[in-house]
């Protein structure tokens, strides 16, 4: 059974840092593309960075390039979306998921699997 647990959100003040940490189990963790997408109240899903597998090409989308970094840990089957900057607009339920393969890509039905979320609140 395929499981991404999402952490690490919370409440942070604009201009702050926050680190979500996903944990997979039930696949083969080196041999997928991971993604991050986010959801604001009210508005649709939304792409926010994604990591292929091996060396790990990054993508992300334009409002948070240059302040979030995304990166994978094979060894602990965990991806990390490192939050610097943040701002009001960043405020969100953030969404950890599986690629079908390698690739990961920004577009949402090139992932298999999702995790429950996880939620940050900025205050401006």
């Keep these: 059974q395929v499981l991404l647990v999402e ?3 919370g409440l942070v003040q ?5 680190t979500l940490s996903c944990t997979a189990s039930g ?3 080196s041999n997928y593309g991971l993604g991050w997408f986010r959801q604001a109240p009210g508005k649709e899903r939304e792409f926010v960075a994604a ?3 091996g060396r790990g090409e990054r993508v992300f989308t334009d409002s948070v ?6 990166s994978r840990d094979n060894a602990m ?3 990390l979306l490192r939050m610097n900057s943040l701002k009001a607009e960043d405020t969100a339920r953030y969404y950890c998921a599986r690629s079908h393969g390698p690739s990961a890509t920004n577009g ?3 992932y298999a699997y999702w995790g429950q979320g996880t939620r940050v609140t900025v205050s401006s």
Excluded: E, P
Excluded at 65 to 70: L, Q, V
């Design 14 to 18: 604009a201009g702050g840092s926050l």
């Design 7 to 9: 952490s690490g959100g």
């Design 27 to 29: 696949f083969i963790f």
């Design 108 to 110: 949402s039905d090139t």
């Design 65 to 70: 390039k240059g302040r979030f970094t995304i």
């Design 77 to 79: 089957n965990t991806v």
């Design 51 to 53: 990591i292929t597998w």
